[in-house]
């Protein structure tokens, strides 16, 4: 099992992207998906969040310019980030909590991680 997000790059403030995140191998279920990011010298943080029936949460940071969504079908999680901020500038990594058709109870999975930066 594995993660790969994509979507990334270089964007002036107030700016849009959009991020994906494709599971991919052997999965028997998929829970909740979300976004991550972790900006220089600083901790990793949640950014949203959804569960399989489409139940989302956002930090403050974030909420009201950004939207997470999921596509069920494709193993895929979505974040269109609106209205860029120089402070969101961070490597946003996606995560997934999967069952592996080889796996007896579900474990948590994370990307790579995809650059997002935000000129002023």
Not at 5 to 10: F, H, I, Q
Not at 95 to 113: C, E, K, L, Q
Request: glycine residues 12%.
């Amino acid at each position: 099992v594995q993660l790969q997000a994509s979507g990334g790059g270089l964007v002036q403030s107030g700016g849009s992207l959009r991020l994906s995140c494709v599971a991919s191998g052997s999965i028997l279920h998929i829970g909740r998906m979300g976004w991550y990011r972790q900006a220089p010298g600083k901790q990793r943080e949640l950014v949203a969040r959804v569960t399989t029936g489409g139940d989302t949460d956002y930090a403050d940071s974030v909420n009201g310019r950004f939207t997470i969504s999921r596509d069920n079908f494709k193993n895929t999680v979505f974040l269109q980030m609106n209205s860029l901020r120089s402070t969101d500038t961070a490597v946003y990594y996606c995560n997934a909590v999967i069952t592996a058709s080889t796996a007896i109870a579900p474990n948590d999975y994370w990307g790579r991680g995809t650059q997002v930066t935000v000129s002023s």
